[in-house]
């Protein structure tokens, strides 16, 4: 007899009545208190560009006069003459990133680096040495600018050792001066007295929040969806333990809405869907799904479309998110295939979508689809075996034409598949889509 056992499930999908959500007469934003006691955020990052590290004793941050960038006195080799001169009320500094800044858009003719200034002429007898190896790129800040994490976990889903959990951890350090919140909040609104309730507890935490102003604002929902429809579970409907679900935009709507203050007066917003693919592979979902992103005015939404998502497997691309994308301000569109090079174990289990809508109100939609020469050729799995002969492990590339096919290694079975191959090794490709049209609710029949 074959040995089996059964584990704990860690995917998030599954199977569950649907429901039409009960909203209440006003599911609007919470309303702000009239005064607010806002903390006003440095202008300026509290670690060194050179190095990403604080200061302590003798040493002190120089504050760039063109940017919010820093650089420590332990990375500048400052003449010990000029070690009082530089701080003079008179004297600037200017930092590495911009002064090679200016000299790459013309601003500046290529010239040694001095770093500090008095009227516009060099402070210092010869050029500013820096001791080390810059360790971020010239475009990035270490930015401690006011951050708001927002975990929303449908009730009773287990979280333990949860990718953003994980990146709340990672983010705490950069943020010595405060400026940083991290909150979970189970949701269960299957019906109408629970979306009050809801509502309710969104308002109190909101406003303990609304005495910082918020810069960037992280969303991560954490749920189930059905199998088939890829609509989201809610909670319960009464008191039997048993899920409901309720199509996308309904559920965005509830979820989200009570956060607008926050969301809508950070200048950069993110949401985070840890669901299984179904909400993304249903066309419909998707379609609801798009439409929500573009009403609650996220600055950037990430899914995924594994069948059988597990959130955990995110956690490398969530932590060069937080990195790159809310400690280096760096923008998401344009470090999302960076992010992605750190997560390339992540592509054989699903692919990633990125969604954006711009000024205009339309959406720009992008697929990230990992690739490799053997195992996935041009982001399309290759089967686990030969469907002809059984063979395990069993393709091979061949060059047909100048065509790359991929056959099975079987002498007597030879099948092929006719996926075009790629060069040797791996990598991410990107796929823009074309935004969805939308699709009319069955709840609004």
């Not at 439409?291 to 939404?301: E, G, L, N």
């Not at 799995?381 to 590339?397: D, R």
Request: aromatic residues 10%.
């Amino acid at each position: 007899m074959v040995k089996s056992k059964q584990t704990c499930k860690k995917s998030t999908g599954g199977t569950a009545p649907r429901i039409a959500l009960s909203l209440p007469a006003s599911t609007g934003a919470v309303t702000a208190p009239g005064e607010l006691n806002v903390r006003e955020p440095s202008e300026h990052n509290e670690f060194c560009l050179i190095c990403r590290d604080g200061s302590v004793g003798e040493d002190c941050l120089f504050l760039c006069s063109t940017c919010p960038r820093v650089m420590c006195s332990n990375c500048m080799n400052i003449p010990p003459a000029s070690a009082h001169v530089v701080q003079a009320d008179d004297v600037t500094f200017v930092c590495i990133s911009c002064h090679v800044g200016m000299e790459r858009h013309g601003r500046a003719s290529q010239s040694p680096y001095f770093g500090f200034y008095r009227k516009g002429q060099p402070l210092l007898p010869s050029f500013l040495q820096i001791r080390a190896t810059l360790e971020v790129s010239l475009h990035s800040q270490l930015s401690s600018a006011p951050t708001l994490m927002l975990h929303l976990v449908l009730v009773d889903h287990d979280i333990t050792g949860g990718c953003f959990e994980l990146a709340s951890e990672f983010l705490r350090p950069y943020f010595p001066s405060g400026g940083f919140e991290f909150r979970s909040i189970a949701f269960d609104i299957g019906n109408a007295s629970k979306i009050d309730e809801y509502r309710l507890q969104a308002t109190a935490i909101i406003q303990s929040l609304m005495s910082s102003n918020w810069a960037r604002v992280v969303v991560a929902i954490t749920n189930h969806t059905d199998n088939e429809h890829g609509d989201p579970f809610i909670g319960y409907e009464g008191n039997k333990k048993s899920y409901v679900l309720a199509c996308v935009h309904s559920v965005l709507d509830v979820l989200l809405s009570p956060w607008h203050p926050l969301i809508h007066g950070a200048a950069e917003s993110y949401l985070w869907l840890f669901s299984c693919g179904a909400l993304i592979n249903n066309v419909t979902s998707f379609s609801g799904l798009q439409q929500a992103v573009i009403d609650h005015r996220i600055t950037a939404t990430i899914g995924f479309n594994a069948v059988r998502f597990q959130p955990s497997f995110a956690t490398h691309l969530l932590l060069a998110f937080a990195e790159l994308v809310i400690i280096e301000r760096l923008p998401i569109h344009i470090v999302f295939p960076d992010m992605l090079g750190q997560s390339y174990k992540l592509g054989r289990h699903t692919d990633v979508f990125l969604l954006m809508p711009d000024n205009s109100g339309s959406l720009a939609i992008t697929k990230f689809a990992w690739t490799h020469s053997q195992l996935r050729p041009w982001g399309q799995y290759l089967p686990v075996q030969c469907p002809q002969c059984g063979w395990s492990n069993a393709w091979c590339s061949v060059n047909m034409h100048k065509d790359y096919i991929f056959e099975c290694k079987n002498g007597q079975c030879r099948k092929k598949i006719l996926l075009p191959g790629k060069r040797p090794g791996s990598c991410w490709i990107s796929v823009v889509l074309r935004p969805m049209p939308s699709v009319p609710d069955e709840d609004e029949d």
